[in-house]
T-cell receptor
Framework: TQLLEQSPQFLSIQEGENLTVYCNSSSVFSSLQWYRQEPGEGPVLLVTVVTGGEVKKLKRLTFQFGDARKDSSLHITAAQPGDTGLYLCAGDRSGGYQKVTFGTGTKLQVIP | KAGVTQTPRYLIKTRGQQVTLSCSPISGHRSVSWYQQTPGQGLQFLFEYFSETQRNKGNFPGRFSGRQFSNSRSEMNVSTLELGDSALYLC????????????FGPGTRLTVL
């Protein structure tokens, strides 16, 4: 059973369009991270959200952590070809010894 | 500050062989975690080391093992390789045990023939 489900699984859009990626779980997380991974490379951390309802902006990317800390979303405005990649959410459950669990991933392709 | 480094970047082995992968964390980071990434299963947690001790372990067979040295560098070993072990193996470092902010290396692409 996947602890973190991402949707959509694949997304192909034209340059300039907006998009939203969702990360959902039935579990509560103490924090949640979003990563972007390019082919053949490791994931690169984009943001960490820790407070329920928190919204963080990173240029054209907006990240939101759900009020109940069970879900998160990533919104990209005016997508560019450089945004192409695999987007992964990762949740950390409180407890100090808990490992981080990664979501199923969303593969985004932005066509010029 | 230098990032996480992994060696080698690419590796080709045959079934039954064993392999050792190496990871050097960011300076000052004491926790190292290992992940296996495949197209079908995504990113799956293997184990985490902190202060030379394995602190967490994922659901992988005993053929997968690791260790951490006093300088926080870590190695992962896979014995009796199977075709299904072909994957990208990623190492991530963080400041503290169970740290929620992890920094990943570029990975080692292992192909088992």
């Amino acid at each position: 059973t996947q602890l973190l489900e991402q949707s959509p699984q694949f997304l192909s859009i034209q340059e300039g369009e907006n998009l939203t990626v969702y990360c959902n779980s039935s579990s509560v997380f103490s924090s949640l991270q979003w990563y972007r991974q390019e082919p053949g490379e490791g994931p690169v951390l984009l943001v960490t959200v820790v407070t329920g309802g928190e919204v963080k902006k990173l240029k054209r990317l907006t990240f939101q952590f759900g009020d109940a800390r069970k879900d998160s979303s990533l919104h990209i405005t005016a997508a560019q070809p450089g945004d192409t990649g695999l987007y992964l959410c990762a949740g950390d459950r409180s407890g100090g010894y808990q490992k981080v669990t990664f979501g199923t991933g969303t593969k985004l392709q932005v066509i010029p | 500050k230098a990032g996480v480094t992994q060696t080698p970047r690419y590796l080709i082995k045959t079934r039954g062989q064993q392999v050792t992968l190496s990871c050097s964390p960011i300076s000052g980071h004491r926790s190292v975690s290992w992940y296996q990434q495949t197209p079908g299963q995504g990113l799956q947690f293997l184990f985490e080391y902190f202060s030379e001790t394995q602190r967490n372990k994922g659901n992988f067979p005993g053929r997968f093992s690791g260790r951490q040295f006093s300088n926080s560098r870590s190695e992962m070993n896979v014995s009796t390789l199977e075709l299904g072990d072909s994957a990208l193996y990623l190492c991530a470092s963080s400041l503290a045990q169970g740290g929620n902010t992890q920094y990943f290396g570029p990975g080692t692409r292992l192909t088992v023939l």
